[in-house]
């Protein structure tokens, strides 16, 4: 199974950018998902996960305006990012709970895509 984040680039304060994380492999079923970011010299934070049924949850510093959705025919997860901000510069990576057969649960990470965001 793989993770493969992309999307990323530089863009303009104010701007927007779409992240999507495909997994591909042998795939059962896909639980939750997130996105996490890392900052030069910061540690990873966790900005925003799906629950396998759809449900959200979100960092306060992204609340509305990040949107994390879910195509489970496509096995993809997107991360809508508008408004964005000098401060989510950052290098984006997904990671999920992947059920490879219906009792083996294991959770894998993308390899990140980088989001500059300019002044």
């Known amino acids: 199974v793989q993770l493969q984040a992309s999307g990323g680039g530089l863009v303009q304060a104010g701007g927007s950018l779409r992240l999507s994380c495909v997994a591909s492999?042998?795939?059962?079923?896909?639980?939750?998902v997130g996105w996490h970011r890392q900052a030069p010299g910061k540690q990873r934070e966790l900005v925003a996960t799906?629950?396998?049924?759809?449900?959200?949850v979100y960092a306060d510093s992204v609340k509305g305006r990040f949107t994390i959705s879910r195509d489970n025919v496509k096995n993809t997860v997107y991360l809508q990012m508008n408004s964005l901000k000098p401060e989510d510069t950052a290098v984006y990576y997904c990671n999920a709970g992947i059920f490879v057969n219906p009792a083996t649960r294991n959770t894998y990470w993308g390899q990140g895509t980088q989001v500059t965001i300019s002044s």
């Open positions: 799906i629950t396998s049924n759809s449900n959200t």
């Open positions: 492999g042998s795939i059962f079923r896909i639980n939750s």
